[in-house]
C-alpha cells in the first residue's frame, strides 16, 4: 500500500512562506510537493489558499467551481502544513497514480491532464 507524503510546501507569490502576513482578505498559490512516504520522489500539487472574502472578490462569473482552493478564515503557516500534512496521509492505494488522483482532489496534479505519447497519428 502506497501512502502519499507531504514533502514541502512552497509559493511563487511569496517569498517565504512561513514569514507571509497578509492584512486583510489574500490569495497565494502554493505548490504542495507530494511523493510515496518514506520513499523519494515528489510531484507538484498547485493549490489557491485563500480567504472567502478573497474568492468572492476575484469570481468572475456568478457560479464558480471550488476545486483546487483551500479556504481559511486567515494565514497560519503551522495549520496550514499540519491539515496538508494530515490530508496526505488519508490518500493510499495500490500505485502512485492512484494515489496522486486521490491527492489531486485538493491541488491541481502537474500530471493531471497527461495522456501517454503513442506516437505520430495516421
Not at 512552497?10 to 497565494?28: A, N, Q, W, Y
Amino acid at each position: 500500500m502506497i501512502v502519499a507524503q507531504l514533502k514541502s510546501l512552497s509559493s511563487t507569490d511569496v517569498p517565504s512562506l512561513e514569514k507571509f502576513r497578509p492584512e486583510g482578505p489574500f490569495g497565494i498559490y502554493i505548490f504542495a510537493m507530494v511523493g510515496p512516504a518514506g520513499g523519494a520522489g515528489e510531484e507538484s500539487f498547485g493549490i489557491t489558499v485563500c480567504t472567502p472574502e478573497w474568492f468572492e472578490q476575484n469570481m468572475k462569473n456568478s457560479v464558480v467551481s471550488g476545486r483546487h482552493h483551500l479556504f481559511v478564515k486567515e494565514y497560519n503557516y503551522e495549520e496550514l502544513q499540519r491539515f496538508m500534512m494530515g490530508y496526505c496521509s488519508t490518500c493510499m492505494g495500490n500505485s502512485w497514480a492512484e494515489v496522486a488522483q486521490k491527492v489531486s482532489r485538493i491541488g491541481y496534479w502537474e500530471f493531471e491532464d497527461h495522456k501517454p505519447y503513442t506516437g505520430p497519428a495516421h
